[in-house]
């Protein structure tokens, strides 16, 4: 079984920075593009950023100059760096990840979620 785990959200004063990770672990033969998605109350979920396996990243217009998505491959683990952190960027974020397992099926899997509220 395969499960991404989130970790990093918080409080944060707006201007603030948070770090955000993301932990792939169970039957993995290997993961493909890895994801960050938010979710507003109220709105829909949204693209944050991605990144692909050989590191080359994608960013929503919200995202852009301010996020900054990475991976490490040996750990199975992908990261969001946010600065400049707004109260408009308070959602859930959500780890994505397109993930072969051991038996060389893929499909998406979705982390829970990590709350990022940004507020003085």
């Known amino acids: 079984q395969v499960q991404l785990v989130e970790s990093g959200g918080g409080l944060v004063q707006p201007g603030g920075s948070l770090r955000l990770s993301c932990v792939a672990s169970?039957?993995?033969?290997?993961?493909?593009?890895m994801g960050w998605y938010r979710q507003a109350p109220g709105k829909e979920r949204e693209l944050v950023a991605t990144?692909?396996?050989?590191?080359?990243?994608n960013y929503a217009d919200v995202a852009k100059g301010r996020f900054t998505i990475s991976r490490d491959n040996t750990k199975n683990t992908n990261y969001l760096q946010m600065n400049s952190l707004k109260p408009e960027d308070s959602a859930v974020y959500y780890c994505n990840a397109y993930i072969f397992d051991t038996s060389f099926r893929g499909m998406d899997y979705w982390g829970k979620g990590t709350l990022v509220t940004v507020s003085s």
């Open positions: 169970g039957n993995i033969f290997s993961i493909n593009t």
């Open positions: 990144i692909t396996s050989g590191g080359s990243a």
